[in-house]
């Protein structure tokens, strides 16, 4: 059977390009007109239509033709390349894949790729949602300590990080939607494996795990959905795109709400497997990922990722299934895929991976492709620093830092703050009960919030009570009787016990405070943390994750409508700044409303410079090095989410000056620093 591209492609360019086709416009087969169609070739869809029906409706309102504007677009293109002294063959190959994506068109297929990897950044913010949720029930299931709460809390970001360097770099050499399908599979079996984990080192790593493959998700997303956008539409929709982020945090705060207080929906297999309701949330929380995942599987690979590496006729391929779709979704099947030459360099990278894929056992083949990939990998990652990229470099960096240091720190002190604000407020109602004398009482009522001091209880009976935040202190305990008690926040202090017994009661040693005890038994004590009383702050926890997810929705709308209007710096530094002026408000946080009303105000001006921020990324970059910087600076992000969430929450409940004024100055020094780049909204993406 005859090669399809014989006539096509050719292997031996002197000038190492493989081309499809010979001649064409200004040393491109690129035709900007349609051939003629013949009256019986017409679409179905003008049947029934005369000439005067299909004139351009715009024209009478002196509206240039869609056509007209391309046309003109490509002319200036043509004249500013004649004008220039010399063009890179970087720059060529910019122009004509910038010419062919207008020809192709934004529609069915564009808006199908939206939804799948908008599927894939919902999953990611999922991820940073997960263990805020479940931590306040894990933490009784797995009876974990302040710092393993706090390294359970970080675990994710850290293996975040790691998974952004990682896959990011990985995706500029062995493929956008691959090592996003990787990614994604990890970030699934881990979830998977984390939620069945009983204790907290297997918890812990399989968290980890799920960090680094969703670590992948926003820097392979935004590369590859850029490379299927015209320049005019990229920056739109790339905005567009940042919504789906907010689309996770309500969708975790919501699965939240409906499955984490409902302690009913799970099972035990006796002590030692337990399957509470949190569980089945971090199940349910791996949704996104996974429906990400089956639509990649019907999603080509970046055709501009493939010309880069001189794979011509996938990319062809793709190109005309994007182009076909487009056109036949909008009722004009009959529009012809007219490229006929795309010219792209064969790398010296591509010439070594051949070399050594046909010498050796494939084990040495795999071990040499290893190594290989590693080192390009970090020759990408230090070519970031090279005279034309490192002051790009160097400011991103620094704003990408500021903005997460703050973002990441205020998120982390709001909820805090609020549970702060309900501590003192419950501990500003507690009973204080002094030398009290109690005898041969039967107590069968619960205790709550209560400290009795000097009191003496004789032969009293405790029996089927909760005890939740109360305090014995200086009390004696004689001859009483205490059974099937559970307990939250309560401690018996400087306290003597006698003749005492304690059955089937949570009430352990730790529970004692240089207490003095004189015949005192212990019969079946429970281990373990247990799940006693509904957290009544939980609800609130998930209605403010629930407002600060869906405050950002007038912020996503307005950049981008206007991302394309005012440029991506002026959206950056002018969100950065406002933002830094709204955090001055938080110093009149004194209640909780008044606290989700400035984050909501936060977060609704700073998703803004979010979305310019991602927007410039993509577009400073060129195709070979755009995942790697990308990926380099997403995990600068999560290091400064994982500093600024640690530093802002250890000065909850000590002052807000701090954490306010880390932030606004933060805030300050990128935002003016944002305004030092170059403005990119009618920059060809390299």
């Not at 499809?20 to 040393?27: A, F, I, R």
């Not at 007219?338 to 494939?362: L, R």
């Not at 009570?465 to 200086?474: A, C, G, R």
Request: proline residues 3%; contains cysteine.
């Amino acid at each position: 059977m005859a090669d399809p591209y014989q006539n096509s492609y050719h292997h031996g360019d002197p000038d190492g390009y493989g081309t499809y086709g010979e001649g064409g416009q200004d040393g491109y087969g690129y035709q900007t007109d349609y051939p003629p169609q013949e009256e019986d070739a017409a679409s179905d869809v003008t049947e029934g239509h005369d000439e005067d029906d299909q004139m351009y409706e715009g024209e009478y309102q002196g509206i240039p033709h869609p056509d007209e504007v391309k046309a003109a677009r490509r002319a200036a293109r043509t004249k500013a390349r004649t004008a220039a002294d010399a063009v890179s063959e970087q720059e060529e190959l910019a122009e004509q894949y910038e010419d062919i994506m207008e020809d192709c068109g934004h529609g069915r297929f564009q808006w199908s790729l939206f939804v799948v990897l908008g599927l894939a950044l919902m999953a990611d913010s999922v991820e940073c949602f997960v263990v805020a949720f479940a931590l306040p029930s894990a933490e009784k299931d797995m009876c974990l300590s302040n710092a393993e709460k706090g390294m359970l809390g970080l675990i994710v970001f850290l293996g975040m990080m790691f998974g952004a360097f990682i896959w990011g770099g990985m995706a500029d050499k062995v493929g956008r939607r691959r090592c996003l399908i990787i990614a994604l599979s990890i970030n699934c079996i881990a979830a998977f494996l984390s939620s069945f984990a009983q204790g907290y080192g297997s918890f812990i790593f399989f968290r980890l795990f799920s960090g680094i493959g969703i670590g992948g998700s926003v820097p392979i997303v935004y590369s590859y959905f850029s490379e299927f956008l015209q320049m005019d539409k990229r920056g739109e929709h790339l905005s567009w795109l940042c919504m789906f982020w907010m689309i996770g945090g309500i969708y975790a705060s919501f699965i939240a709400w409906g499955i984490i207080p409902r302690y009913g929906w799970g099972f035990s297999m006796g002590t030692e497997f337990q399957f509470h309701s949190w569980r089945v949330f971090v199940l349910v929380c791996a949704l996104p990922a996974i429906a990400a995942l089956i639509g990649l599987m019907f999603m080509p690979e970046s055709p501009r990722f493939l010309l880069e590496h001189a794979k011509h006729d996938e990319a062809w391929m793709i190109l005309k299934q994007v182009h076909d779709t487009n056109w036949r979704a909008k009722g004009e099947p009959e529009r012809v895929f007219t490229v006929s030459q795309i010219k792209t360099p064969k790398t010296q990278e591509d010439e070594f991976f051949e070399i050594q894929s046909s010498t050796g056992t494939a084990f040495q083949r795999w071990v040499v492709r290893t190594v290989t990939l590693v080192k390009l990998v970090l020759k990408n990652v230090v070519s970031l620093l090279a005279p034309d990229l490192r002051l790009a470099t160097l400011l991103m960096a620094i704003i990408w830092f500021t903005m997460a240091f703050s973002y990441y720190g205020l998120a982390v002190w709001f909820p805090d703050m609020i549970k702060h604000l309900q501590y003192e407020e419950y501990e500003s109602k507690v009973k204080v009960f002094h030398g009290e004398k109690v005898e041969r009482f039967h107590f069968n009522f619960s205790l709550e919030n209560q400290v009795h001091k000097g009191g003496d209880y004789i032969n009293d009976k405790f029996v089927n009570i909760e005890m939740k935040s109360v305090k014995f202190e200086s009390s004696l305990f004689e001859d009483c009787y205490f059974e099937d008690i559970k307990s939250t926040d309560t401690f018996f202090e400087n306290c003597t016990i006698r003749s005492t017994v304690f059955y089937n009661t949570d009430l352990y040693e730790e529970r004692f405070i240089n207490c003095r005890m004189e015949n005192t038994s212990f019969v079946n004590t429970k281990k373990g943390c247990h799940l006693n009383f509904a957290e009544e702050n939980d609800v609130l926890i998930y209605l403010v994750s629930f407002l600060g997810s869906l405050a950002v929705l007038p912020g996503n709308i307005i950049s981008a409508l206007f991302m394309d209007k005012i440029g991506r710096i002026r959206m950056i530094g002018g969100s950065m700044l406002i933002s830094a002026g709204c955090t001055f408000f938080l110093f009149m946080s004194f209640s909780q409303a008044a606290i989700i009303a400035w984050q909501c105000l936060f977060c609704g001006v700073s998703v803004a410079a979010w979305n310019g921020i991602e927007v410039i990324t993509v577009e400073l970059y060129p195709t070979s090095k755009r995942a790697t910087a990308f990926g380099l600076l997403n995990a600068i992000c999560k290091l400064a989410a994982i500093l600024g969430s640690s530093i802002f929450a250890s000065f909850v409940g000590i002052t807000k000056v701090v954490p306010i004024l880390l932030s606004c100055a933060a805030l300050v020094c990128g935002g003016l620093l944002a305004l030092k780049l170059p403005e990119t909204r009618e920059k060809i993406l390299l």
